[in-house]
């Protein structure tokens, strides 16, 4: 079966770091491009950032640019999210997806974080 | 405010059709990019419902429905059903952004 969990997320305070992981399984992970996409309490969705099969590759939404950093390990079929200098509006659930010809075609689950100040 | 324009809400009672619009740019819809349907479910994570305009992956119902035409689209639900009640995300590409965009969001409601 073709999965993506998330996990890592949880209460931080305004100006913090957070790491959220992504693990896959069912697929060949080093074969896709992935995606961070997040949803803040009662909003819609807004795509966070890309990464390409080797890593070489990001892109990311302007706001996050600097702050927010995707990165991969193939060999753990795993794809990462590091949080910094973290604000109220970073609050969200972020899902992890996984990125095929322009569109997310298996999601995660979600992790919620959270950012207090 | 969202690079792309979707209504905030959509109504239809069981067993009728329902459309709902993505308006986009030059840059994204306009520019020959797919636009991509996404289903999510009260509570649930979202769902791919449409890719690549009209394209419907395995499972989902030849209920639903996608098109584009220059710089918009729609996702046309017909036969609706209470299960269908969710929100729906259109999503694409910008060239000028160097980024996936995703509509505001529209809630369905089945009367």
């Known amino acids: 079966e073709v999965q993506l969990v998330e996990s890592g997320g949880g209460l931080v305070q305004s100006g913090g770091s957070l790491r959220l992981s992504c693990g896959a399984s069912?697929?060949?992970?080093?074969?896709?491009?992935m995606s961070w996409v997040r949803q803040a309490p009662g909003k819609g969705l807004e795509w966070v950032a890309n990464i390409n099969t080797d890593g070489s590759e990001k892109y990311y939404l302007d706001s996050v640019k600097g702050r927010l950093t995707i990165s991969r390990d193939n060999a753990k079929n795993s794809l990462y999210l590091q949080l910094t200098s973290l604000r109220a509006e970073d609050t969200a659930v972020y899902y992890c997806a996984r990125y095929n010809n322009y569109y997310m075609d298996v999601w995660g689950k979600g992790t919620t974080v959270t950012v207090s100040s | 405010q969202s690079v792309l324009t979707q209504p905030p809400s959509v109504s239809g009672a069981p067993g009728q059709r329902v459309t709902i619009s993505c308006t986009g740019s030059?840059?994204?819809?306009?520019?020959?990019?797919?636009v991509h349907w996404y289903q999510q479910l009260p509570g649930t994570a979202p769902k791919l419902l449409i890719y690549?305009?009209?394209n419907r992956p395995s499972g989902v119902p030849d209920r639903f429905s996608g098109s584009k035409s220059g710089t918009s689209a729609s996702l046309a639900i017909t036969g609706l059903q209470a299960e269908d009640e969710a929100d729906y995300y259109c999503?694409?590409?910008?060239?000028?952004?160097?980024?996936?965009?995703f509509g505001g969001g529209t809630k369905l409601t089945v009367l």
């Open positions: 030059s840059s994204n819809i306009g520019a020959g990019y797919g």
């Open positions: 999503q694409s590409s910008d060239s000028i952004l160097t980024a996936s965009v």
């Open positions: 690549d305009n009209n």
């Open positions: 069912g697929f060949s992970f080093s074969g896709y491009w």
